[in-house]
């Protein structure tokens, strides 16, 4: 008799894309690469407005985006101290 295989939701990758931001992003939105300085965007971004804020090393900027094909709202976050900055999405 083999034993049970279970499958432990801890173990799932968390840069995967859940169901429901597939079913929410549109092709092009989806492969963005999140959380991750100098990653290209996509041509049907529109830039929004950007604003200042404070870091422990000094200001940084974010600029705002919606994309025109599925109107995702993204922000970037060009930090150049911080590797893990980039595209994060603020949702619809």
Known sequence: MQPAIQSHPMTQDPTQNTE???????????????????????????QGLNRKEPRAHGQVTITRYRCERCGTAWEYENNKVNLHAGWSVLGR
């Open 20 to 46: 429901s931001d597939a079913l929410a992003l549109c092709e092009s939105c989806a492969g963005i690469q999140r959380n991750w300085r100098r990653a290209p965007g996509h041509a049907e971004l529109v």
